[in-house]
């Protein structure tokens, strides 16, 4: 029935349609080319992970009492982009026997506000929405989702030393 | 299911009256010339879609303005696209411009009833320009520095105003980061909104008017 014509099937697509489609198609093909690199141009730096992993030097392991974490504070570099923060890191560092070393970082795992060691209490504490971690960072009361985030520990030279980054 | 989006959506807001207007409207018979104008408009928007990008990342202080441009092209993913597509898009915008004017100089085609849309055009082909030259400072490297330097000065040359010309280009007698924070303010928010509205104006009377045919001898 369709066969009177054999070459009408091409001549069917009228030259409107076919500006039409060939419009969209280069339109759609520029539309990709820019808003692909786009995309990734705007999510590229919150996908690069801070790959470098450092030892940082916290202070002298005499300092630590037994038993009672102890708050460092160093002052660390940190560039992201073109730009070079300083950064203060604070941890506490807790030993029980004088040789073994655990260090949290102050940094609550609810929001993000710092936690305080109070002596009396022997807990911690975070004043933005009561939470409570244990002296070993474990969560006791309140809203975090986790302990407190812990740093690998070394001891050279009586010199205190966690791994940062990665 | 598109088309009847599209009926729902055209009930509410007519936009098909619209679309007919601009896009189906009758045209002469022309020649590739006419497509100079369009090409501009289709520049002007990879500018602005580019330019806006770039804004994600720069910052327009001399102790960063350079790092920053530097961390976009070499550091960021495509970031290197999207400030060369920025760069020669500017040179493009330039030479299409003018190309589009040309046309429209030897079609005659700027008189009546199509005066005003000359007149926006010639404004557009200036804020164009001022595009480049702001646009130029912000790597704040060497080059930009110094063509902004040897810019301004030529500002400044004007008879009686001049230097006071000069001054206000630079924030004061020296190029500064007050002249790199203000050519990012011109490059960014004043010159594109002028852009905008203008180009509102001229293509409103472009589909207003119709465009002209191509002249004939004797005529």
């Known amino acids: 029935m369709e066969e009177q014509k054999p070459t009408e099937g091409q001549a069917s697509i009228s030259r409107r349609n076919f500006l039409a489609i060939g419009t969209l198609s280069i339109g759609g093909v520029i539309g990709v080319g820019i808003g692909l690199p786009s995309l990734v141009y ?9 790959a470098v992993q450092e030892w940082i030097r916290i202070g002298s392991a005499s300092k630590v009492e037994i038993g009672v974490p102890t708050l460092y504070k160093v002052k660390t570099e940190r560039r992201v982009g073109w730009n070079v923060t300083e950064e203060e890191l604070a941890v506490y560092v807790l030993t029980e026997n004088g040789s073994d070393f655990t260090a949290v970082s102050n940094i609550c795992t609810h929001l993000g506000c710092r936690v305080r060691w109070i002596d009396g209490k022997d807990q911690f504490f975070c004043p933005c929405h009561n939470a409570v971690f ?14 407190l985030e812990k740093y690998p520990v070394k001891v050279e030279n009586d010199q205190l030393y966690i791994l940062v980054g990665g | 299911m598109g088309s009847r989006i599209g009926i729902w959506i055209d009930e509410r807001a007519g936009w098909r009256s619209v679309w007919g207007a601009i896009f189906l409207r009758k045209i002469p018979k022309v020649n590739w010339f006419y497509t100079l104008g369009s090409a501009t408009l289709f520049t002007a928007m990879l500018q602005m879609i580019t330019g806006i990008l770039l804004t994600i990342y720069y910052v327009p202080t001399p102790d960063q303005a350079y790092e920053s441009v530097q961390y976009i092209t070499t550091q960021l993913p495509m970031g290197w696209l999207i400030r060369g597509l920025h760069h020669w898009g500017a040179s493009a915008m330039v030479i299409l411009s003018v190309l589009h ?11 009546f009833p199509r005066e005003i849309t000359w007149f926006t055009g010639v404004i557009l082909l200036i804020v164009v320009i001022g595009f480049g030259f702001t646009g130029y400072l912000l790597p704040w490297d060497q080059k930009a520095f110094w063509a902004t330097t040897v810019g301004t000065r030529i500002a400044g040359v004007a008879p009686l105003v001049g230097d006071t010309i000069l001054k206000v280009m630079r924030g004061g007698e ?11 303010g011109v490059h960014v928010w004043v010159l594109p909104i002028t852009l905008l509205i203008l180009m509102g104006i001229h293509l409103y009377l472009v589909i207003r008017n119709g465009i002209s045919a191509i002249p004939t001898k004797g005529k």
């Open chain 1, 42 to 50: 705007l999510v590229g730096p919150s996908l690069q992970a801070n």
């Open chain 1, 134 to 147: 244990a002296k070993n960072g474990e969560v006791v009361a309140g809203p975090p989702p986790k302990p």
């Open chain 2, 101 to 111: 004017m040309l046309r429209v100089i030897f079609y005659g085609a700027y008189k």
């Open chain 2, 174 to 184: 020296e190029l500064s980061a007050i002249t790199l924070v203000r050519f990012f």
